[in-house]
């Protein structure tokens, strides 16, 4: 009799660990600080972990079939350089806000869809493909750029990442939309369960008709659109674009993935508790700021949450 | 003579998420006895033994081996004591040579250098392989083996790990009797050196063949113990299932019709060589051979599974185009594969995932999934199947062998195609379940559906089969008819000797 109700225990506790893990840090840091659980702060949570948000919500489909995207952060770079450089005021180069955004988009995309077709078709390993494409953009982003900022935006353009709507930033509006489409599309569609099949047993997928290969590349596109769209929002939000912007995103974004419970082995997982694994990143950055903590002892916090996280998940798998 | 007991197991206990897998199970073994151990899938022997190799802790109970009472935390503390086991689901380095995985962890070192001794390596792994007149290079990686050499070689490890009780999960299951009667020579050695073998197998006439005592287990629960002499295969079926077995195979009504399936020339180099035959509507073709005959490889060109160099392949007429196996799939050919775990299930998904992935389009609109279908098609399933498990939502790796291979049937079944291509469909697969599994292939043939059936189990061909053809090294070299079929004219035909 104890032992069903141990078990029944462990299993909510799996289940549910991250929330209640989200929830005990949230109210440990309400009582340590008066500044933490303001209206204003919890905007500007909310606000700093969108652009992070949207990059971690692409690498969930990635994780979940058992692969990696190292290329996020260089991704998210290029596409705000090119979205920037066509949203220059009063520039020749300058165009309308939507083709602008539609090119730094695409870019991330095109680079997402060579590192699909180098894993999936040419049976790369997603590690190495990705952590070329990474220094590769990079590289691009650097002769893009010469090397410098661009900066001096038209009002369209600085819109999306400094607007709001309704007392809500639109980078937030345009996490959660994005978060939207990543559940349904995750959980709810034909796409999502091929995606887990994959992620479970490639072999099995494939003996039970489903194209593995084509399922493959497009959860690296979607990636790549995901970084595409963080891109030009946090390229808007901090009125510059830089060839050296969101180097380490790809940590953070496999931080949010794994801390909210998506196995990296793949088959397993989803895109909610990503973002309360995002989330959960983003209060503990968020409070050690206003305790004036300094960010490099941020940096050893937030890994041993990582690590927390994952020695969990191995203990859920193991019962 | 005094028979000394060499290992007791008393009492144990052993529970899993939502499944009682022992409840206080008591089994004795004596030096030098080969022990059966039977019972239905999910009746808890894998799991007992397991626990004896150390792999799983009991909940409560005791191990006494050879007179001290012992505690495994590990499998390497079962193996230090003389327990080895030989696994019904085969676990070895894929990417490791045979010689490699026979001495994993005690390999041959070059003096003091702990260099490893390679050549020594592969004459050791030759001299264990050819006791076991097993004729394969010990250089060979595993991943080039099949199901059947993959068994071998585990057995030829546990020889050589020089222990006093070997347990042997399902040890012939892939292997042809050719073999079978080869491994029995070499447990009546072990027999006279003293060595115990727990015996685990649903072969029932193999079993009043090579053991000395056998205990049956059922839903956990140990029911009996008995001498082989002192008992008969119907009173262990009774015990095992709990009621009387009059009738093995169900009656056969289907009455064959047209020609469905037309295979033609197919070939590969090497390994297939233009292969051809038809099936019927209604008809269960059976395709009988030993190990190596290319029966697997041919279901597999057929299902889109692996490329074929030449053949056609026609349903009805037409000629189809079959490059994998969504093609087949939506030609209505359907394969439930010969290896389970890593062809046939995602074992991290849960049973409705499991049953519902080959047939997503039929519950999908507008590219979002009816759950409330799947879930109930699901549930129709693990009635019409009698699948033993928790519910739609429990997870498949959780289940016992035969259940899983229920869940792949499950999930063919719910594509309705009309050729069934079945490859060794009831391997590893109690008694009672089978039974059932023969019902639902005569069901389907007389919804006439064309049965396409690998089996290396002669009573099943015998007994399910309209007509067989078999196969040897790569060529059909005979076709037989129902009333014909006889076990020496298959394994005449098998064995590549004319009539």
């Known amino acids: 009799m104890n032992k069903t109700l141990m078990n029944r225990f462990s299993l909510i506790l799996s289940k549910f660990g991250i929330i209640i893990a989200f929830a005990a840090v949230f109210t440990v840091l309400s009582i340590a600080t008066p500044y933490f659980l303001t209206l204003p702060n919890m905007i500007t949570v909310l606000r700093q972990i969108s652009f992070n948000g949207i990059v971690a919500l692409g690498m969930t489909f990635i994780i979940v079939t058992g692969g990696i995207d190292l290329s996020v952060g260089s991704l998210l770079c290029l596409a705000g350089l090119v979205s920037a450089h066509y949203s220059v005021a009063g520039s020749g180069s300058e165009m309308p806000l939507a083709i602008a955004v539609l090119a730094g988009v695409l870019v991330a995309t095109i680079f997402g869809l060579i590192n699909g077709l180098l894993i999936a078709k040419g049976k790369l390993p997603p590690f190495i493909v990705t952590m070329a494409t990474m220094t590769i953009v990079r590289g691009i982003s650097l002769v893009y750029s010469d090397g410098r900022p661009i900066t001096g935006f038209n009002n369209g353009y600085k819109e999306i990442g400094q607007g709001s709507v309704l007392n809500i930033p639109i980078p937030v509006v345009i996490f959660g939309v994005m978060l939207l489409i990543s559940v349904i599309l995750l959980k709810y569609s034909k796409f999502g369960r091929h995606v887990f099949a994959v992620g479970g047993n490639e072999k099995a997928a494939i003996a039970s008709g489903i194209n593995a290969a084509k399922v493959q590349t497009m959860v690296y596109v979607i990636g790549g659109v995901m970084c595409g769209i963080a891109g030009v929002a946090l390229t808007s939000r901090l009125n510059a674009a830089s060839p050296q912007a969101a180097e380490g995103y790809e940590l953070d974004a496999i931080a949010s993935v794994v801390i909210g419970g998506t196995s990296l082995s793949g088959g397993r997982g989803g895109v909610l508790g990503t973002v309360i694994g995002a989330l959960l990143i983003g209060i503990i950055g968020n409070g050690l700021d206003i305790m004036n903590v300094s960010s490099y002892y941020q940096k050893i916090i937030k890994g041993c949450i990582i690590l927390l996280a994952v020695f969990l998940d191995r203990k859920n798998i193991k019962s | ?499």
């Open chain 2, 1 to 499: 003579m005094i028979m000394k007991t060499i290992l007791s197991m008393n009492h144990i206990c052993k529970q899993f998420p939502g499944v009682k897998a022992l409840d206080d199970v008591s089994l004795e073994i004596t030096e030098g006895e080969v022990h059966a151990l039977v019972g239905e899938n999910g009746a808890g022997k894998s799991t007992l033994m397991k626990i004896l190799a150390g792999i799983y802790r009991l909940d409560s109970g005791e191990l006494i081996l050879d007179g001290e009472t012992v505690k495994f935390n590990a499998s390497i503390d079962a193996l230090q004591h003389g327990v080895a086991m030989v696994h019904q689901e085969l676990m070895p380095l894929m990417d490791m040579t045979i010689a490699e995985n026979i001495f994993l962890g005690r390999e041959p070192v070059i003096g003091k250098s702990g260099i490893v001794n390679r050549k020594q390596m592969v004459q050791d792994a030759k001299v264990f392989l050819d006791k076991l007149n097993v004729d394969i290079d010990p250089r060979k990686r595993m991943r080039d083996l099949n199901v059947a050499q993959m068994q071998l070689v585990e057995i030829a490890k546990a020889i050589s790990c020089k222990a006093k009780i070997i347990i042997m999960d399902e040890p012939t299951s892939a292997i042809t009797k050719k073999e079978c009667d080869n491994l029995f020579v070499q447990i009546n050695e072990l027999r006279k050196n003293k060595v115990s073998i727990i015996y685990i197998s649903h072969k029932l006439e193999e079993i009043f063949e090579i053991c000395d005592r056998i205990t049956v287990l059922r839903d956990g629960k140990k029911i009996s113990v008995s001498e082989i002499e002192k008992t008969d295969v119907n009173r262990i079926i009774t015990e095992m299932v709990g009621r009387e077995m009059d009738m093995i195979f169900p009656e056969g009504t289907a009455v064959p019709g047209a020609t469905l399936l037309e295979v033609k020339n197919i070939a590969i180099k090497g390994l297939l060589h233009s292969i051809s035959f038809h099936v019927r509507h209604g008809e269960i073709l059976g395709i009988a051979g030993l190990m190596g005959a290319g029966r697997t490889e041919l279901a597999e060109c057929i299902f889109g599974l692996r490329k074929r160099d030449s053949g056609d392949i026609i349903k009805e007429g037409n000629l189809l185009n079959i490059q994998k196996p969504i093609d087949a799939i939506k030609n209505g050919l359907v394969l439930v594969p010969e290896d389970r775990k890593s062809t046939g299930l995602n074992l991290i998904a849960n049973v409705e995932d499991n049953i519902s992935v080959a047939n997503l389009d039929n519950y999908t609109k507008y590219g979002l999934i009816d759950q409330r279908g799947i879930r109930n098609s699901c549930n129709d399933m693990i009635k019409k199947l009698n699948i033993k498990t928790t519910g739609y939502g429990q997870i498949v790796d959780n289940l016992s062998g035969g259940n899983q291979q229920k869940i792949v049937f499950g999930k063919w079944l719910l594509t309705d195609g009309d050729v069934i291509i079945l490859d060794d469909p009831t391997r590893g697969i109690d008694v009672y379940a089978k039974y059932e599994i023969y019902t639902i292939i005569q069901e389907l043939a007389k919804r006439g559906k064309a049965i396409i059936m690998i089996s290396s189990e002669m009573p099943e061909i015998i007994g399910l089969c309209d007509r067989v053809i078999v196969m040897c090294e790569g060529k059909v070299t005979g076709e037989i008819g129902k009333e014909e079929l006889s076990q020496e004219r298959i394994m005449r035909y098998a064995s590549g000797i004319a009539t």
